[in-house]
DNA sequence: TCCATTCTCTGACTCTAGTCAGAGAATCCC
DNA sequence: GGGATTCTCTGACTAGAGTCAGAGAATGGA
């Protein structure tokens, strides 16, 4: 990361703060406050729980409350409990909220339009492209990577997608039982560990490492979530791995896969793995990789 | 200006603002109130009239007062008259001052670091690419072109500027006298116009045109400061001013220049000028160039 | 059944950020 | 010289944004 970079990512963080941030809180805001109208924004058609719109939010309980409150009294909004569990509550848009909402809507559009008015056609495309690119490497960078136990809800909500996934996706069909599965043991220290990718909080990925004793470490179980592809997250989850491995003194690395699995494929070979002989008896793989590992970095 | 452009750039907004605004001014702030910080920041290294601050933070001088009383009060800044107008006061950075504003410093290259952290070489390069292409639109887009009268302070100092650029790189340097220079009347309605292009309030650019009665309307002194060049403001201006010429009523526009200008020269081929024989005896003009131009969109 | 926990709400605060109306000093202009 | 203007400062406000400590209802688990 060098000084150049440092200097350039000021600059925009500059001129964006600037030039959107500042206009996105007053456009947003308009006459009401802009935690309202944030909140406004939040509920969404649907409707939401309060518990999630704090969250989401990142706000305090009682301001929450407050806010609520205050649209409620204009009648923008109305507040139930929900029939299953009623110490939670539900917020929902009432008609005049849902018009509200609207409103907020087009002043996005038109903050958004503002942007690009005083361009030409060309310059338009050309920001568009840039911002697009800079928003999906942002985005790809507010991703966290985190070890946590496979009973983990987040955990389990990746493996679930990950079979279910494999099920649509491999020529055969899968079914966990005739797999090489690793037991949740396996993937839990000291024998392994397991990761999960996060985005806002929600689970995005997941991969898993076996330290088997003596033996190369084994990546198993590696998916990313349909709309976090495209933001590296394979790749760096290989990176983590690979250092992980390393740190727990394996040399070398290896997994298998199917071969309707055409992308990790190539990401795999692009990381520097070899495909080498079968080293184990899965049935449902076609192609098996190692790649040598360098010790962790001398502190 | 179409939707899925809107959508980009609202996209575009919502991930920047969360994850560069907030951090931004949690950032900069850091236990101090960020108006604070951001006066810090203001002041630099030379030190600011009191006045000037207030300008360019665009507050309130009560509030601009009390943040620089308690900046005092912690001894960052001095606030002394000035000795040629004793009504104006300037703010200094003491020592204390100085080191907290390199802390701000630090922390803004650390949040920038923070947002490239997370990414691997090649992604990092990207990133920075976009900004810098994102960051330099968005300037582009804040400049804001406006008819001035041409003894206006600002118009004067474009004109000053052009006519010393002209000086330095015209072979046979540049005299004013000898060249056919339109009066201010000339370039003052009804008899033309002129306009100046503004970036933060700053002069950054000028275009003059005539519009002789009965006779095509002409370009003249049109000029771009080198700190906003790149940011495609000649052929913004040419649009302008050729829009307005429509709306005269004019079908043809037409300009000369000096074979030093070949950036120009080159802009007016691409805009749809074509190179005619000269239509004046300008001393210091090579090439003279002209568009049929279409009349304003029927409304 | 009862105790701990979860969820929401209320009341009482704090801190920023900013506005508005003068007051007082210095300067400008006639 | 004197009135208008400019510049800064002070005091008195307001509103937004958020924190903190409970209280009270509902639920879950032993």
Redesign the pocket.
């Known amino acids: 990361m060098d000084a150049a970079q440092i200097e350039q990512v000021r600059r925009f963080n500059r001129t964006v703060t600037e030039r959107v941030g500042v206009l996105h809180d007053h456009f947003l805001g308009g006459d009401r406050?802009?935690?309202?109208a944030r909140l406004l924004w939040e509920i969404g058609e649907e409707g939401q729980?309060?518990?999630r719109l704090?969250e989401r939010l990142g706000?305090?309980?009682?301001?929450?409350?407050?806010l609520?409150?205050s649209l409620e009294a204009e009648g923008l909004v109305t507040?139930e409990p929900q029939p299953r569990?009623?110490?939670?509550?539900t917020v929902r848009l009432t008609g005049a909220g849902r018009a509200e909402r609207a409103v907020l809507d087009g002043r996005s559009d038109e903050l958004a339009g503002s942007l690009l008015e005083p361009l030409n056609t060309a310059q338009r495309a050309r920001l568009v492209e840039a911002m697009a690119q800079v928003d999906r490497l942002l985005t790809a960078a507010t991703v966290t990577l985190e070890a946590v136990d496979p009973g983990h809800p987040h955990a389990e909500h990746c493996l679930r997608s990950y079979f279910s996934e494999l099920r649509e996706r491999f020529e055969s069909g899968f079914d966990p039982v005739r797999s090489l599965l690793p037991d949740a043991g396996e993937l839990r220290a000291p024998h392994g560990l397991f990761m999960v990718a996060r985005l806002h909080g929600e689970p995005v990925g997941c991969a898993g490492l076996k330290l088997p004793a003596g033996a190369p470490a084994e990546i198993k179980r590696m998916w990313v979530a349909p709309e976090a592809r495209g933001l590296g997250l394979g790749r760096r989850f290989l990176a983590e791995l690979e250092a992980r491995a390393a740190q727990h003194g394996r040399d070398v690395l290896r997994l298998d896969t199917n071969r309707a699995l055409s992308a990790a494929i190539g990401l795999y070979h692009s990381c520097g793995f070899e495909e080498v002989a079968a080293f184990n008896d899965e049935p449902y793989a076609h192609h098996w990789f190692e790649k040598r590992i360098e010790g962790p970095a001398p502190a």
């Open positions: 406050p802009i935690g309202a729980d309060v518990r704090r706000l305090d309980s009682g301001y929450v409350s407050r609520l409150r507040v569990d009623r110490r939670v509550r």
